[in-house]
């Protein structure tokens, strides 16, 4: 257990407050050492053991790590200070060097979670820029692990092209869903059946990836020659792989220019 004191400006929103759940639920940190901003100054946080403030500056004065997980569009208008202090940042597209210039935090985290915190199945990657002490990096690496698991990584880019592949959670696999179901829609299924169909291969189906290597999975229903090999095939002489490469680059672009405006 750490004995730091964390902060979450942003921690009665949708991920905000799911990472503070997983955090008191977990014990990650001693009661009384996870601190909240809400404008009323009243949530059901608070009955689970989180600190509540009504102001934002209160918060971080309060905290030696300091989430926030706020809309990007949000961040020029924050206005706090956190001299000496580690900011860790869930917003898209802004940069370490932006949040240092208006922060004045002595280290920033950029960390891209997802919708799964909700289920404790994210994946979350970050970057830290500035110094921390072996302990906060510790701290960081178990707090994302509170909502699923975690990794750093040593480039800032990293965190904008992952912005646009782990950071899009569900995103992916409802269009493959919604896909399937309208392509056997089309073909004349009945629309319950396809919807049932079509969630079994990406819902269900795809668990067995948790003890399955991808590519040989792949490679082992191609050489058995049957209807799924065709089906491969198929989107593979489609240029499919290039196509979610397209797809991906262009939501990176999206994070490397920045989302301040």
Not at 212 to 233: E, N
Request: proline share 3%.
């Amino acid at each position: 257990m750490s004995h730091e004191t964390l902060g979450i400006i942003g921690g009665t929103g949708w991920l905000g407050g799911a990472i503070a759940r997983a955090v008191l639920a977990k014990a990650l940190l001693p009661t009384g050492n996870l601190v909240i901003s809400n404008r009323s100054g009243s949530h059901p946080l608070a009955q689970q053991g989180a600190c509540l403030v009504t102001d934002n500056q209160a918060l971080v004065d309060r905290s030696d790590i300091v989430i926030l997980a706020v809309r990007p569009e949000h961040f020029a208008r924050l206005n706090i200070k956190a001299t000496g202090k580690t900011v860790i940042s869930l917003m898209a597209g802004i940069k370490a060097q932006t949040i240092f210039a208006q922060t004045s935090a002595s280290a920033v985290v950029r960390a891209m979670p997802n919708a799964a915190v909700e289920i404790e199945q994210s994946f979350t990657p970050w970057y830290c820029a500035g110094a921390i002490e072996a302990t906060t990096r510790s701290l960081v690496q178990r707090l994302f692990e509170c909502v699923g698991t975690a990794a750093e990584v040593q480039e800032e880019d990293f965190i904008d092209y992952l912005s646009a592949l782990s950071g899009t959670g569900p995103a992916f696999p409802a269009l493959l869903m919604t896909a399937l179901a309208n392509q056997a829609m089309a073909a004349g299924i009945p629309s319950d059946i396809a919807q049932l169909a079509a969630k079994s291969v990406v819902v269900n189906s795809s668990q067995l990836l948790v003890s399955h290597d991808a590519q040989q999975m792949i490679d082992a229903l191609v050489a058995y020659r049957g209807v799924t090999a065709a089906a491969l095939q198929a989107m593979t002489h489609s240029h499919f792989e290039e196509q979610i490469g397209r797809a991906l680059q262009a939501g990176a672009a999206v994070a490397r220019k920045g989302l301040q405006a």
